[in-house]
């Protein structure tokens, strides 16, 4: 077992509820998420990867620090922060939004939870909305109150999620829909578990409302998961990129708007509501981009783990964009990559050359996502 002495940059990153009870099921390594720990290692990514797919992982995402808002303008706030229309979003809903700065660029992309009629959460993805959300408050003329609760959620994902949950929760918990939220109770712990996930399967995320008790949530969570060969886990590159999910500084930053991503759905330009960055993503929409985010398959020998820097990508022997995520995929036995390309070559079959960390390697242009493209297996009926 690792010594919980091996991991320590000080005070000034902050460990979570869970922290000690992963060390204890056997986190070998770490990486910093929103100036907190975040297990990024219990032993074969390969494995854990597989043990997602088939069965089911916990993994600590208390990474995923939460923005409340409250107080009687709340909802007309929360919409000024996304180009998402949010005009039909019912207590109880959640929704996947981007953030935007006044030049249309993406500042997070979080899952939003509307908890009561005027409470909300954002689920971050890795940058400083609490910092941005207070500070425009500050000018909004709007009766709001930002803060951020003692909040830390675990993530229940895999095929065996839900059967775990019903272990937990009962058979009434099999009824919560896909994108919906509900405040339950287990054993005293106050717990809001809503319908979501980062893995691109079935899903679950459990936000613990007091931080005294996360290691006895982990370990009830685990016991209940014994039979169905629950694993204690991480965040899967592997099928996240295998379903085309986002990683906010990966794929995307504050130079990045959505519509080169291809988010067009999230953004709502013309509804009367106000949102920062309104009037610059319109003239986005109206005179088009100069790139776009594709997928690629790479071909060369079996990558060695994920990138860690954008790998150029050339054609013709001039650059054209760059890889920002890539990985191989035992699943598909091919190495798949999200890249940010030119539009001049976005069309599907494109051949281009990237520098990657086993040399230079030709790359198709290829649909995405690359597994399960209508996302049949998070949004099926259980």
């Not at 790359?363 to 690359?370: D, M, N």
């Amino acid at each position: 077992m690792s010594n919980l002495q091996d991991f320590g940059f000080g005070t000034q990153i902050r460990k979570s509820p869970y922290f000690d009870a992963t060390v204890k099921w056997g986190a070998q390594g770490f990486s910093v998420y929103n100036h907190m720990y975040i297990p990024r290692d219990f032993g074969d990514p390969e494995q854990n990867f597989w043990n997602l797919v088939n069965d089911a992982i916990l993994c600590d995402v208390a990474v995923e620090r939460q923005v409340e808002i409250t107080g009687p303008d709340a909802a007309e706030f929360t919409q000024m922060l996304t180009p998402r229309d949010l005009s039909k979003l019912a207590v109880g809903q959640c929704k996947y939004i981007i953030i935007t700065n006044a030049e249309g660029g993406i500042l997070n992309d979080p899952v939003l939870l509307r908890l009561e009629e005027n409470r909300f959460w954002i689920s971050l993805a890795d940058s400083d909305i609490l910092l941005w959300a207070q500070g425009v408050a500050v000018n909004s003329g709007l009766d709001v109150t930002i803060h951020e609760p003692d909040i830390s959620p675990l993530q229940l994902q895999g095929p065996k999620s839900g059967e775990v949950m019903k272990a937990l929760f009962g058979e009434s918990i099999m009824d919560l829909k896909y994108y919906w939220l509900r405040e339950v109770e287990l054993n005293g712990i106050p717990l809001i578990v809503s319908r979501t996930g980062w893995s691109s399967e079935l899903g679950y995320e459990l936000y613990l409302q007091d931080g005294s008790q996360g290691e006895e949530l982990w370990e009830t969570i685990m016991k209940a998961g014994q039979s169905f060969n629950l694993k204690p886990g991480h965040t899967s590159s592997i099928r996240r990129i295998e379903g085309g999910m986002l990683s906010y500084h990966a794929d995307m930053d504050i130079r990045t708007n959505p519509y080169e991503l291809g988010l067009d759905r999230l953004i709502n330009v013309d509804m009367e509501a106000d949102f920062i960055g309104k009037a610059a993503l319109q003239k986005i929409r109206d005179e088009g981009v100069s790139r776009k985010q594709v997928g690629l398959v790479i071909d060369c020998p079996a990558l060695k783990g994920p990138n860690t820097t954008f790998w150029p990508i050339t054609k013709d022997d001039k650059q054209v964009g760059n890889v920002t995520s890539a990985v191989y995929s035992p699943r598909l036995e091919q190495n798949i990559a999200l890249a940010m390309v030119s539009t001049e070559v976005t069309h599907i079959g494109t051949e281009l050359e990237v520098e990657t960390s086993n040399g230079t390697s030709k790359a198709t242009v290829v649909e995405k996502p690359f597994y399960d493209p209508k996302k049949k297996i998070t949004s099926s009926i259980l």
